[in-house]
């Protein structure tokens, strides 16, 4: 029994003859953290500029927490712009008035945007399906409009202007982290943090719950699971995460637009998860790759760039539904299918 | 004896259909019991009322002397209850392992956000052990969705029995199989019964007559008859309704 339960344990199928592919795949699929921990330590010296990675890995980061919904757990949320603009009006709120202090700041946003989620989640997560998304919508438009008209506290239509680029204090001394390069490093440490807080919460029996649920709601029903409780954590988690990624855009821009908190957000987080491969760890990062590298490409040649972003991922969700992660995964495994 | 679970006055309309009207059953542990009836007849109604999945418009349900006509269906699994469905229900993307780990973890560590789900080796065991009762340990690897449908509705019952009920309800866990399968299903439902007990629904008399110890008629929702197979068998209003010209 015990060998069998070891066999179990590694349910991952690894086939007699590898080829050179297949052993990256595999190595990737099973040490996720690791290998992007690894790419990204790179990844600043491989693109045109800094602040462009910079970006990428919060998108990044906002689509991981983004997909504990929508991979994870099967729920399509269409109001995630409510986390991330919560957790940016929030750093931006209390590095102004409260606390010129890094740390704090984005404890704040990561806290609120869970506590927003809790709130709206409690509200929404009743509803399956379209109306679950319309009603995230329905929310996240509404904090939108009270963002917008409440001047004082958030800047209205003019946004949050001359967030202070404070120093990040460490015990003892405090470094500026406003270099470029700097300023990747420290979000990165924010970004290898969350990904090992999912991937310890996704192999917990907790993380099986929410596959379960995504794989059928009536079922873990039948057997004992309170679904809703489950699918509510999972969209407060995702919150959270997505509430962290705001803070630390906002930290990287000193300002926080309206936009933020704008269905556009939502729509672009989606696309990002969706363009990447939902599921997995490695597709949120590579759709906000691709996505803002296409957008830096596009927006220099036209001001439409929208449009061909747009073909780009209508024919992505026509012929790749998988993404591009989950295409690759699943070409190169057909590949070595083939070959036994 | 006291019956392990009795259904008293036990009605349920959609509108102005009647799906069950007024059925008073009980079952006693260690028994296997069948529920027969024409299409239509509410049998499958009575598993989602017993089950929790749906409310009855009237009566009671008794489960080891407690009322559960008004938990909500989480509750009543918890309780000792479970269903292994008509149609195929199973988690279609997970590992045939995983689709009963999943299930036999249900009864302890659901907000376990920290260890390992395969540390909990007790969880592991149980899981493999029915894996093992319901001849799909060779499959464990595999992706449930690729199973042949006869392996799929053997892993319809394998969550059903990870979730360790006290009373397991099958509906029609042979539909759509071959002889073959039949066979084998029947054999493990006769392994089932020797220490759970059991109400099927099935249409195949072959079926209800081998494992059954007493047989319950419905027709139009109303109970018909009640008896040993033999009785059933020569119940001149169950023939004329129901079992006219099958072959028993």
């Known amino acids: ?64 927490g983004y997909n504990v919904c929508l991979g994870y757990t099967g729920m399509l949320s269409f109001g995630h712009a409510a986390y991330f603009g919560v957790g ?16 704090f700041g984005l404890a704040c946003a ?27 919508l329905a929310f996240a438009q509404l904090l939108y409009f009270v963002a917008f008209q409440w001047v004082n506290l958030t800047g209205g239509d003019n946004g949050l202007r001359n967030i202070p680029a404070v120093p990040l204090a460490l ?114 990062f590579i759709g906000a790759g691709v996505f803002l590298f296409l957008e830096d490409v596009l927006s220099a040649i036209t001001v439409n760039w929208m449009i061909f972003l747009g073909t780009v991922f209508i024919l992505c969700v026509l012929f790749f539904p998988d993404g591009i992660w989950g295409t690759f995964v699943k070409l190169i495994g057909r590949k070595s299918a083939l070959k036994r | 004896m006291e019956p392990m679970l009795t259904t008293i006055g036990l009605t349920k309309n959609f509108g102005g259909l009647t799906a069950v009207n007024n059925v008073n059953f009980s079952i006693y542990p260690g028994d296997a019991q069948s529920i027969i009836g024409p299409n239509g007849a509410g049998k499958s109604t009575f598993f989602k009322l017993i ?24 509750k009543v699994s918890h309780r000792g209850i479970a269903v292994a469905y008509q149609i195929t229900n199973i988690f279609p993307l997970l590992t045939v392992f995983e689709n009963v780990r999943v299930a036999a973890q249900s009864r302890k560590t659901t907000f376990n956000f920290w260890s390992k789900a395969e540390s909990h080796s007790e969880i592991s065991d149980q899981a493999l052990h029915i894996l ?70 099935e249409h195949k008399m072959t079926v209800v007559m081998e494992v059954s110890d007493k047989i319950t008629v419905l027709h139009y929702g109303s109970l018909l008859a009640q008896g040993s197979p033999e009785d059933i068998r020569n119940n001149e209003e169950v023939r004329r309704v129901y079992l006219g010209g099958v072959k028993m």
């Open chain 1, 1 to 64: 029994m015990a060998e069998l339960q070891s066999q179990a344990a590694h349910a991952a199928t690894t086939p007699a003859v590898m080829s050179p592919w297949d052993k990256v795949v595999n190595l990737v699929s099973r040490y996720p953290v690791a290998f992007m921990t690894l790419f990204f330590i790179l990844f600043p010296f491989v693109v045109p500029y800094q602040a462009l990675a910079t970006q990428i890995i919060i998108w990044g980061l906002f689509a991981l």
């Open chain 1, 88 to 103: 940016s009006y929030t750093l931006g709120i209390v590095l102004i008035r409260l606390w010129e202090n890094v740390w």
């Open chain 1, 110 to 136: 990561t806290f609120m945007g869970g506590i927003t989620a809790l709130v709206l989640g409690y509200l929404c997560i009743k509803r399956r399906g379209i109306y679950f998304a319309l009603l995230t």
């Open chain 1, 171 to 284: 015990p003892g001394f405090s470094v500026d982290i406003h270099d470029p390069l700097r300023f990747y490093f420290f979000v990165l440490f924010f970004v290898v943090l969350a990904l090992l807080l999912l991937q310890r919460i996704l192999q917990s029996p907790f993380g099986r719950v929410l596959e379960a649920v995504r794989e059928n709601d009536p079922r873990a029903r039948s057997c004992g699971y309170e679904t809703s409780n489950v699918r509510w954590l999972a969209f407060i988690v995702s919150g959270a995460i997505s509430g962290l990624a705001g803070g630390l855009y906002a930290l990287y821009l000193h300002f926080v637009g309206i936009e933020s908190l704008y269905w556009v957000t939502s729509g672009q987080i989606l696309m990002i998860t969706l363009l990447g491969g939902m599921g997995s760890f490695i597709g949120p």
């Open chain 2, 51 to 74: 089950s929790g999945e749906i409310k009855p418009s009237r009566g009671k349900i008794m489960f080891n002397g407690k009322d559960i006509t008004k938990l909500p269906q989480t």
């Open chain 2, 132 to 201: 093992e009762e319901i001849g799909l340990i060779q499959f464990r690897h595999d992706i449930a969705a690729n199973l042949s449908h006869g392996d799929q509705k053997r892993l319809e019952i394998g969550i059903a029995l990870a979730t360790k009920p006290e009373l397991l309800l099958l509906d029609e866990p042979t539909a759509g199989l071959s002889p073959t399968e039949t066979r084998q299903t029947i054999e493990l439902i006769k392994n089932i019964s020797e220490h759970l007990t059991i109400i099927l629904v």
